[in-house]
């Protein structure tokens, strides 16, 4: 009878292949019809599975004395602080409280740029926010060329302008809905009446919604500002970006001129 040897056996033979014999103990099972586990208890197959023990959870402590009875203290999340609850009263006084006031930007005062321009201007020109090479000067850069053209053509110098923005420094995806929650057109509104122009352009589709007014759709429309006791001819348009991206906003806005100024288009 030929001797079978294990696999223990074989793997001190070197001659033989041990891959090969596992390969072959395999085979041989299969031939035998054995090619599956089998369980010899029976299952029940439908039965619902016993759901797993939930873990003991110590229960709390019991309330100290001088704590018994009482409800628990919720603690609310602050209100986000409010721009401007005491604003300045005169045009120089605001346009310093523009340049330091905290709540403005989160406590950052850095790179912010004052408005520029006299008080009492025949045109106030509103936009959203600063160029982001401004420094000393607001509106320095291409947009700022873009405007100076089109107060020349309306017939101003561009000093004769007050320029001002909504934001007092570059901020590229400002939290808009949040600004208008914490009174931004409040602010606003105030620097407005203490520029006191006698027309106001506003460039920038994020600014109107500040006063209470729905943007985009009504904005065409809106030829008045009233805040404050101010009531001034009004003229919305795109941002400086927007008009410089899109020629054809340009025409649109120079229409809405000659129709804010009674004159007629030549």
Not at 29 to 54: K, M, Y
């Amino acid at each position: 009878m030929q001797e079978v040897k294990s696999l223990t056996d074989m793997s001190g033979d070197k001659d033989h292949d041990i891959a090969g014999a596992v390969a072959a103990a395999f085979d041989w099972w299969r031939e035998a019809g054995v090619d599956c586990d089998f369980l010899i208890d029976p299952v029940d197959w439908l039965a619902v599975p016993e759901r797993a023990h939930a873990p003991q959870i110590d229960a709390p402590p019991p309330l100290r004395a001088e704590f018994a009875g009482t409800d628990p203290v919720v603690r609310m999340a602050p209100e986000p602080a409010r721009f401007g609850a005491d604003l300045p009263a005169d045009l120089a006084a605001f346009e310093a409280w523009w340049l330091a006031e905290p709540s403005l930007d989160g406590g950052r005062s850095d790179r912010r740029v004052p408005p520029r321009g006299p008080a009492g201007a025949e045109v106030m020109v509103l936009v959203t926010e600063p160029e982001a090479e401004d420094e000393e000067r607001l509106l320095s850069g291409v947009q700022g060329r873009l405007l100076d053209a089109m107060l020349k053509a309306m017939g101003f110098a561009p000093d004769e302008a007050y320029v001002a923005t909504a934001l007092p420094r570059h901020t590229p995806l400002a939290d808009w809905p949040a600004l208008t929650a914490q009174g931004l057109g409040a602010v606003l509104a105030r620097h407005v009446r203490l520029a006191a122009p006698k027309r106001l352009i506003v460039l920038g589709g994020n600014i109107l919604p500040l006063f209470g007014n729905d943007l985009p759709n009504s904005a065409q429309s809106l030829r008045e500002f009233n805040h404050e006791g101010l009531s001034l001819p009004l003229l919305p348009g795109p941002d400086l970006a927007a008009l410089l991206a899109r020629p054809r906003g340009k025409a649109r806005v120079w229409q809405q001129w000659l129709e804010l100024t009674g004159q007629e288009q030549s």
